[in-house]
């Protein structure tokens, strides 16, 4: 995947498995592997998953101010988001559409592995 902004296969080494959820998401109908992804979001406890999709929300909606692209959902970052929340939200923000999945999969890179500040 050309897309992102790391190679996404030497990252596997790195993860320590917190847990085994299956993100549906990630499941999209593309030929895409996206197991390093499911790794990378399985590396992070459940409560750490509103600060993720704080992180997204708020790079997003930079991004929909210079490119008018569709916002997440907002949330109550005070409240617990759970991991069927948070992947019901990016599925239902996804759907089907390509360019926001990748949109999505950088956002988790840029959280996990920061390169650039936006």
Excluded: A, V
């Amino acid at each position: 995947m050309n897309c992102l902004n790391i190679d996404i296969n030497n990252l596997e080494k790195k993860f320590k498995i917190q847990n085994n959820y299956n993100f549906n998401f990630l499941n999209i109908n593309y030929d895409l592997n996206f197991i390093t992804f499911q790794h990378i979001l399985n590396n992070y406890e459940e409560f750490k998953f509103k600060n993720i999709y704080n992180f997204i929300y708020n790079r997003i909606n930079k991004l929909s101010i210079l490119y008018n692209i569709d916002k997440l959902e907002k949330i109550n970052i005070y409240e617990y988001l759970s991991y069927e929340q948070f992947d019901e939200l990016l599925t239902n923000y996804i759907d089907n559409d390509l360019f926001k999945l990748i949109l999505i999969l950088n956002s988790i890179q840029q959280y996990s592995y920061p390169l650039i500040n936006i």
